[in-house]
């Protein structure tokens, strides 16, 4: 499939690029990523995201390009949705606008069941969808500049762990060490993309302040409300790596934090080590993700949420301990 979708690629001449909203390194470098490769050989690129950008990814080069609005919906000969497999988590300008065009491909790297689009690659195995791209690059020959190489090892890292998930392999770091020979400049990535602010570091405090343990203290939870983050100039995304600061407790096989969001609901995300699979629970409630990392959006609040999943985490481990 990495060849086709290279051969996709390669036959369009406009293409539109998005992502999924509320986008992460690996969303953000595979847009941009994907945008600077095209680029590279002719062609003319949209690149959507519905945002809104962490301020830690606004060094990324092309990033001023992204735009929150759609072309006209008879201009691309191709859309990629990347590092999802589903419109509706790109947002509600994509979900809208992709199934009005004339050819779609998927690239993504979550576990599930593709049946949106035409040239579809959705494979698990990847530790992200810039690793993907970067296989794919250069596999087809094409030429990857220094800031194409910037964007994907972005996305790299991040969906790693800095390369220390189960997800990086020998290729992982193999096209690391290819991504720094053509450009990309890992201090000086790592002094942008791990930079932290005042905000993120007392919101952390306060969710750490408030964190416990149950399951036989083999799950580690934590909630944080809208008021909270609206107290102490937060935002969501100053979130983002807390859930597996938890997950490294000792001890501890699966972490949850409950994000309360703007417009109702909750946003949980799940992280586990060794053999928990967070991916098929949270498939199951909705959502979607990876064996060891994951994510939903319910409709109830966080305390209702927070019942329902240490009930179906204490069964699940129970089970199979
Ligand atoms: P997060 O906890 O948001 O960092 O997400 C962990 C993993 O689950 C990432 O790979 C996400 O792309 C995926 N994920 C998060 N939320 C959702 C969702 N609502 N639906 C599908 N996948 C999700
Ligand atoms: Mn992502
Ligand atoms: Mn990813």
Redesign the pocket.
């Known amino acids: 499939m990495m060849a086709r979708m290279a051969e996709e690629l390669g036959r369009a001449g406009k293409v539109l690029l998005a992502a999924?909203r509320?986008p992460?390194g690996?969303?953000l470098g595979a847009t941009l990523g994907l945008m600077h490769l095209l680029q590279a050989q002719g062609k003319e690129v949209f690149a959507h995201s519905a945002g809104p950008v962490p301020a830690e990814y606004e060094f990324m080069p092309g990033l001023d390009r992204l735009s929150p609005a759609m072309p006209a919906p008879d201009w691309p000969d191709l859309a990629v949705l990347l590092?999802?497999h589903?419109p509706e988590?790109a947002g509600a300008a994509a979900a809208d606008f992709l199934p009005r065009t004339r050819r779609i491909a998927v690239v993504d790297?979550?576990l599930?069941r593709a049946d949106f689009g035409q040239a579809v690659w959705v494979e698990p195995d990847y530790a992200a969808t810039c690793e993907m791209l970067g296989f794919m690059a250069g596999e087809a020959g094409w030429a990857i500049g220094p800031e194409a190489a910037t964007c994907l090892f972005v996305g790299v890292q991040t969906?790693t762990g800095r390369f220390s998930y189960s997800n990086a392999r020998p290729r992982t770091y193999r096209l690391g060490a290819e991504l720094v020979e053509l450009g990309a400049d890992p201090w000086a990535i790592s002094q942008q993309a791990y930079s932290s602010s005042l905000a993120r570091l007392k919101i952390m405090g306060r969710v750490f302040a408030g964190l416990k343990l149950v399951a036989g203290e083999r799950v580690a939870l934590a909630k944080v409300a809208q008021a909270d983050l609206a107290e102490l100039g937060a935002v969501s995304s100053d979130l983002?790596r807390v859930?597996e600061e938890l997950r490294a407790i000792r001890g501890v096989e699966v972490a949850l934090?409950i994000k309360e969001l703007k417009g109702g609901g909750v946003?949980?995300?799940?992280?586990s080590r060794g053999r928990v699979d967070v991916?098929s629970l949270?498939?199951g409630l909705?959502?979607?993700?990876?064996k060891n990392?994951?994510?939903?959006?319910l409709e109830s609040g966080m305390d209702e949420a927070e019942a329902r999943l240490a009930g179906l985490l204490a069964r699940g481990l129970g089970e199979k301990a």
């Open positions: 999924h509320d992460d690996d969303a590092d999802c589903d988590r790297h979550h599930g969906d983002d859930v934090l946003k949980v995300s799940l992280r991916g949270a498939i909705g959502g979607g993700g990876h990392a994951a994510g939903v959006r």
